[in-house]
């Protein structure tokens, strides 16, 4: 349907605010309203009853409004609008939606059945849809399942919004994000609806209203996971905009935050159905660009959560008052109470952290939400960890800021004094263990190498044949060939755009694979600075194998798509789908079998020739971030999300052994080449090695500052490198 080039009669805009046009005459005019930007005000003075919402909001410093002013029908319309977004549907509408669109129930213990989904009962309603438990018959797994609200499926306006939401949310797979597992139609020309994680838990909302206000540690590592969903989030254009407790789950048992409903979120350059400039988002945690009606951007969401942090730290919003217009008037021009006068035992970093993201100019607010997920990480790790040294993307941030005299270090580790003797109390409650979990001080020994990236965190090491020398994958997209004897760098390639996920180099060395955020995958000479052939996949390839000879890889993206690549760049020679991102691919060492795994929990053997699956592996209660076959091919060993390893045996799928292996998530595992080592690494910073036979812990390596995220043997195995977070790769010798 084209866009009208006549504009709208003024009861034809009315008819327009209140969804009775044709589904035809909707779509035409919501088209036209993109680019006509006297419609755009028409509409919005139509729907504030006469009166321009964004002056109202910049000049409520004024003298009070005649009591005749159309200032208070409009103040009680944008309340009554805005009101449903602070609270939560009442009981009664949960009770009350329509399930018409159901099918029959195949139990009287489901409420009826959408596609091959059981459906269990309702969980809530949000702003355009109700969401659902339902029962997947397929993969045999409970899932959420939001559908548009019945009372706008047949408002095109609504439709695309909702497929907008679905678009957004199904391009993040992050762990602090909820999956989208897929989006469907209950009919043809049905309702759609999404498929997503179902997340066990509570929301910060709920919890804020138990307890209040949190601690300063779990404040703190509630928001760097709320940043690190940002960041990813935002790596693929796109901003939240209504960033609340409320869309902030709690998952159990260990309360991992998981970000939740992008009904507001959008591609940055996708403007269709945002230039009304309707004020949009919840007025407790808007940021001033949102209330005044600008443009929002990824800082934007940086504004609404540092809100939340105050809440948490402070037991109150930052801004409050007696209606919504008096809250976004204070957003705009008033400043927030000093944290440390509501809660004196808030740090002072802390508190100027808050500060600098409620800035009202986006200009002075962190800029970026993983500069902010870095600083943090930091923060929380030295919170348990006293010997930490700063790593070099917390350096840079610091040196930013320095004209600021925010130097980061020393408020950090002043600030922090106040909660050392609680953290030395409470132990490991900082990084709660589900079990007893091994003890880092066991053994540690000092690394033989330290190669330092400088450019951000370090995704993925490897080793030539000769364990001379050593790919380093880095978040900007390099890939650093590492002289290990001399410990200098002989090489940089610029792969990527965005971050290298993994590094291969070929059996005789003559070869280096990578992929990479960018969705590519290349192969190289590894003394030649341009690759020698691309394959492209349609979204980042996180997980890579190859075969001896590197004339077949194998690449898994985030989106579950699954791909064999031989010479030819523009068609695979076989592919497939799993539910869900794939973020860990390994090949047998007969090259016959495929191991995948990812966001979906489940381990998948294939064969590695056709990609028919040949053995699902069940067990694990989260995503699996890693995979490794055992050299002699007979066992595969896998680590994720849960922090157990998991042993299979790779003939009839049944598992060996499995054993909690951290406090916190693994990243990492692998099989020395003699197969006696099973080395580990994740969250923690910690990597430890463990006897294959009894799982006994040989020796833990405490070097890294942060996160470990990767792990390689030297093909003679006598080294292990591993690549982190804090921006730099460590070799280590193995113990024998």
């Not at 449903?84 to 509408?93: A, F, G, I, K």
């Not at 009287?108 to 009962?121: E, Q």
């Not at 993983?370 to 960890?385: H, I, Q």
Request: proline share 5%; charged share 25%.
């Amino acid at each position: 349907m084209h866009a009208t080039t006549t504009c709208p009669t003024t009861e034809e805009l009315k008819k327009l605010l209140d969804s009775s046009l044709s589904g035809e005459q909707q779509q035409a005019f919501t088209a036209h309203m993109d680019s006509c930007v006297v419609c755009q005000h028409k509409l919005e003075e139509l729907a504030v009853g006469g009166t321009n919402l964004t002056s109202i909001v910049q000049n409520l410093h004024d003298s009070e409004p005649l009591a005749t002013s159309a200032y208070w029908p409009a103040l009680r319309a944008v309340e009554d609008g805005l009101g449903q977004t602070v609270t939560t549907p009442p009981e009664t509408r949960l009770r009350d939606a329509s399930l018409s669109f159901l099918g029959p129930a195949t139990d009287a213990a489901y409420l009826g059945r959408i596609g091959h989904f059981d459906v269990m009962r309702v969980l809530g309603r949000g702003g355009m849809g109700v969401v659902l438990e339902a029962f997947d018959t397929k993969l045999q797994r409970h899932v959420a399942i939001k559908v548009l609200d019945g009372d706008l499926s047949k408002d095109e306006l609504a439709r695309q919004r909702f497929c907008r939401e679905a678009r957004a949310a199904a391009s993040i797979a992050h762990e602090n994000v909820v999956a989208v597992h897929q989006v469907e139609r209950i009919c043809e020309d049905g309702v759609p609806f999404l498929v997503m994680q179902l997340v066990n838990g509570e929301t910060l909302e709920q919890r804020l209203l138990r307890e209040k206000k949190l601690s300063v540690p779990e404040v703190v590592r509630i928001g760097m996971q709320a940043a690190r969903g940002l960041a990813a989030a935002h790596a693929q254009g796109l901003i939240h905009r209504d960033i609340k407790p409320g869309n902030i789950l709690l998952e159990a048992p260990n309360s991992r935050v998981k970000l939740t409903d992008f009904g507001l979120a959008r591609v940055s350059e996708d403007v269709r159905l945002t230039r009304t400039g309707f004020v949009t988002g919840t007025p407790l945690y808007m940021s001033p660009e949102q209330a005044l009606g600008k443009e929002a951007d990824q800082r934007s969401d940086l504004f609404s959560l540092g809100a939340i942090l105050y809440e948490m730290l402070a037991g109150q919003t930052p801004f409050q008052g007696n209606s919504a217009l008096s809250i976004l008037r204070q957003i705009t021009e008033v400043r927030h109470r000093p944290l440390r006068e509501v809660n004196p035992d808030v740090p002072e970093w802390l508190e100027e952290l808050v500060d600098e993201l409620l800035a009202k100019n986006p200009d002075d607010r962190y800029q970026t939400a993983t500069d902010l997920a870095e600083v943090l990480e930091y923060s929380y790790a030295k919170m348990t960890n006293e010997s930490l040294v700063m790593p070099a993307v917390c350096q840079v941030e610091v040196a930013r800021r320095a004209s600021r005299r925010r130097m980061l270090l020393a408020v950090a580790g002043a600030g922090l004094l106040s909660v050392g003797l609680v953290a030395g109390m409470l132990g490991s409650w900082f990084l709660p263990a589900r079990g007893v979990g091994p003890t880092p001080e066991q053994s540690s020994a000092e690394p033989i190498a330290v190669l330092g990236g400088n450019a951000g965190s370090v995704w993925a090491v490897s080793f030539d044949p000769t364990s001379d020398t050593v790919a380093m994958g880095v978040e900007d997209g390099t890939v650093r060939l590492w002289d290990l004897p001399s410990k200098s760098v002989k090489a940089t390639l610029d792969a990527h755009r965005g971050v290298v996920w993994t590094t291969r180099i070929s059996d005789d060395g003559q070869l280096l694979v990578t992929s990479g955020d960018d969705g590519l995958l290349k192969l190289w000479r590894p003394t030649e600075n341009a690759p020698l052939r691309t394959f492209e996949h349609p979204n980042a390839v996180r997980g890579l194998a190859m075969n001896a000879d590197a004339t077949r890889l194998y690449a898994g993206d985030r989106k579950g798509g699954l791909r064999v690549w031989g010479e030819d760049e523009s068609q695979p020679l076989a592919q497939a789908e799993q539910p869900g991102a794939i973020y860990a691919v390994a090949l047998s060492p007969d090259q016959k079998t495929l191991a995948t795994a990812g966001s979906d929990k489940t381990v998948r053997l294939w064969n590695a020739e056709t990609l028919t699956q040949k053995l699902p592996l069940d067990g694990h209660s989260g995503p699996v971030y890693s995979l490794a076959f055992s050299h002699d091919g007979t066992q595969l060993a896998s680590a994720g999300w849960d922090r157990t390893v998991r042993i299979w045996d790779v003939s009839s799928g049944m598992l060996l052994k499995s054993w909690e292996a951290s406090k916190t998530d693994i990243w990492a595992v692998a099989f020395s080449p003699d197969d006696r080592i099973i080395a580990t690494a994740g969250q923690e910073g910690a990597v430890r090695l463990w006897s294959r036979d009894s799982n006994a812990l040989l020796a833990s390596f405490l070097g890294h500052d942060a996160s470990v995220h990767a792990l390689a043997f030297s093909r003679d195995g006598t080294k292990l490198a591993s690549g982190g977070r804090d921006g730099a790769a460590r070799v280590w010798e193995v113990p024998k």
